[in-house]
């Protein structure tokens, strides 16, 4: 079974530029997340999804970050314009999303932002 | 405001002893917990979990313990082995409100030979 597919694996960017970050989730999974993880941080919810519909967002600013789940399968991540705390590991996860379950989490997307 | 709280950011414990890593939460709201496992460049792992109905959960080396009334819950590996050498994420759910993960800080374990 394939895992979480994440691309690309390093960007590096200058402040007030943009970045997008692409996540194929596992197949049949209806529940795609985004986490950002700054170092020496634990993963944060940035945005969930259940198929294409958005279940929290609570966490994701939204005056520069985007994202969207097309066909309820892959997505994609934005950030435009890019600030220099922005720099971290973009870490994308899926799941069953039938109750209680474990995370299955890519590789992640080291962003560094000079 | 953290709600999921691993206070330890290292541990080092000797090849074949028992490491034992801790985990505080603030919410009583959470049912559900997870412990994560990553190596540097990979994503997170799952390990092991457990859910508030019971207080302890067993998976060959590795043994999670849940204290609800101390709001804490343990992970213990035994007996450690050098593959065992990463960062250990606590993570917790409130299954009867969403099913939002929320992740600690991680502890480092380094298994000494």
């Known amino acids: 079974e394939a895992g979480v597919a994440q691309s690309p694996r390093y960007k590096i960017i200058e402040k007030r530029q943009s970045v997008a970050f692409w996540c194929n989730p596992i197949?049949?999974?209806?529940?795609l997340y985004w986490y950002q993880q700054i170092l020496g941080q634990g993963p944060k919810l940035l945005i969930q999804?259940?198929?294409?519909?958005?279940?929290?967002d609570s966490q994701l600013p939204k005056d520069r970050f985007s994202a969207e789940r097309l066909k309820g399968v892959d997505s994609t991540l934005k950030i435009q314009p890019a600030k220099l705390e922005d720099s971290a590991v973009y870490l994308c996860?899926?799941?069953?999303?039938?109750?209680?379950?474990?995370?299955?989490f890519g590789e992640g997307s080291r962003l560094t932002v000079l | 405001d953290q709600q999921v709280k691993q206070n330890s950011p290292s541990l080092s414990v000797q090849e074949g002893r028992i490491s034992i890593l801790n985990c505080d939460y603030t919410?009583?709201?959470?049912?559900?917990f997870l412990w994560y496992k990553k190596y540097p460049a990979e994503g997170p792992t799952f390990l092991i979990s457990?859910?508030?109905?019971?207080d302890k959960n067993e998976d060959g080396r590795f043994t999670v313990f849940l204290n609800k009334s101390a709001k804490h819950l343990s992970l213990h590996i035994v007996p450690s082995q050098p593959g065992d050498s990463a960062v250990y994420f606590c993570?917790?759910?409130?299954?009867?409100?969403?099913?939002?993960?929320?992740f600690g800080k991680g502890t480092r374990l380094h298994i000494l030979p």
């Open positions: 996860a899926s799941s069953l999303g039938l109750g209680p379950g474990e995370l299955f």
């Open positions: 197949s049949g999974h209806a529940t």
């Open positions: 999804f259940q198929n294409n519909g958005v279940v929290d």
């Open positions: 919410n009583s709201m959470f049912d559900y």
């Open positions: 457990i859910s508030s109905i019971k």
């Open positions: 993570a917790a759910s409130a299954l009867n409100r969403d099913d939002k993960i929320i």
